[in-house]
C-alpha cells in the first residue's frame, strides 16, 4: 500500500512539475474550487468532490493539472469508464495522458489498448531527456519488448542520474518489472488496481 502511495505520489509531482505558468487571478479562482474539492475528498464526499473538480475544469480549462486531478481521483474511486471518457477532455493530450488511457483501456478490455499504447510508446521514446519520460518508456519497453530489455534500459538510465529519488524511482520500477506481468507494472504506474 505505502508503495503504491509512494508511485502515485512521484507520478504526480512529475506531472506538477511540468506545469506551465498560467493567468494568475485566474488561477487563484479556480484553486478555490480545488480547495473544495481536496475538502470533500477528505471528507469522502465522492459527489461532492466531483462536482468541485468539475467547476475547477470549466473555471480554467485549459489547465490540464485540474483534468489530471480528476482523472487520478476517478481511477482511484475505480471509476475508469469515467475516467477513461475524461481523458477525451484533455487539449492536446501527451504522451502521459494517451498512456494512462491506454492503460485504463487496458484494464477495461477495450480494443484501442495496444493502439493507444503503441501511439504513447512512439511519442515518448522520442522524448526521453526528459527523466521523468524515461519511466514511462520503461513500462513501456517492458511490456512491448519484455523484461530483459527493460530492465537492460534501467541501467542505462541509472548511469545519468544525479538525484537519490530517481534512482529509488527505477529501483522500484525495477522491483514491479521483475515481479509483475506486463500489465500489472503498467498499472501499478497509475494506480489502476
Request: hydrophobic fraction near 35%; aromatic fraction near 16%.
Amino acid at each position: 500500500m505505502i508503495m503504491k502511495k509512494i508511485f502515485l505520489f512521484v507520478f504526480i509531482i512529475f506531472f506538477c512539475c511540468r506545469k506551465k505558468g498560467n493567468n494568475t487571478a485566474v488561477s487563484q479562482s479556480c484553486d478555490n474550487y480545488i480547495k473544495k474539492f481536496n475538502q470533500y475528498l477528505r471528507d469522502e464526499k465522492i459527489d461532492s468532490a466531483l462536482y468541485y473538480i468539475n467547476e475547477a475544469i470549466k473555471c480554467d480549462p485549459t489547465k490540464n493539472e485540474y483534468k489530471l486531478k480528476k482523472v487520478q481521483y476517478l481511477i482511484s474511486e475505480q471509476r475508469y469508464e469515467m475516467a477513461y471518457k475524461s481523458i477525451d477532455d484533455f487539449s492536446n493530450p501527451s504522451p502521459e495522458f494517451i498512456m494512462m488511457k491506454g492503460v485504463i483501456a487496458l484494464k477495461l478490455n477495450k480494443n484501442n489498448s495496444n493502439k493507444l499504447l503503441k501511439e504513447a510508446y512512439k511519442e515518448i521514446q522520442d522524448k526521453t531527456k526528459n527523466v521523468n519520460n524515461q519511466y514511462y518508456k520503461i513500462a513501456l519497453d517492458n511490456y512491448f519488448e519484455g523484461k530483459d530489455y527493460a530492465l537492460n534500459q534501467i541501467k542505462v538510465y541509472q548511469k545519468t542520474y544525479d538525484k537519490k529519488y530517481y534512482i529509488y524511482i527505477s529501483d522500484l520500477l525495477e522491483k514491479h518489472i521483475k515481479n509483475l506481468s506486463k500489465e500489472e507494472v503498467l498499472f501499478k504506474i497509475f494506480n489502476v488496481k
